[in-house]
Nanobody, 120 residues
Framework: VQLQASGGGLVQPGGSLRLSCAAS????????MGWYRQAPGKERQFVAA????????QYADSVKGRFTISRDNDGYTVYLQMNSLQLEDTALYYC??????????????WGQGTRVTVSS
């Protein structure tokens, strides 16, 4: 497995979860790592991304101010801290990575999903 995601679970509205994703060192030329999510019956959508080189970040409008993406020192592990979770955040969250780091985050690599369920 080249991208290994973990940390999903069940949480009440307003609660928090932290997702992690570790990339295999066998993947060359990763520029950005990040997350997409797919809710039942909906298309996959971008959540957040971070550059390995300088840590600059991008967020979907729907998660700005609530989610924070970060990375470890070598950029091969990223984290998604999700606070103030809402029912609409329920989805399968996919870790992903790209090579060119330009423009919209369009991954070249995908990990398996980790499920986040927000429910009272």
């Amino acid at each position: 497995v080249q991208l290994q995601a973990s940390g999903g679970g069940l949480v009440q509205p307003g609660g928090s979860l932290r997702l992690s994703c570790a990339a295999s060192r066998s993947i060359f030329n990763i520029n950005r790592m990040g997350w997409y999510r797919q809710a039942p019956g909906k298309e996959r959508q971008f959540v957040a991304a971070i550059k390995r080189s300088d840590g600059s970040t991008q967020y979907a409008d729907s998660v700005k101010g609530r989610f924070t993406i970060s990375r470890d020192n070598d950029g091969y592990t990223v984290y998604l801290q999700m606070n103030s979770l809402q029912l609409e955040d329920t989805a399968l969250y996919y870790c992903a990575a790209d090579r060119d780091g330009l423009g919209i985050f369009r991954p070249d690599y995908w990990g398996q999903g980790t499920r986040v369920t927000v429910s009272s």
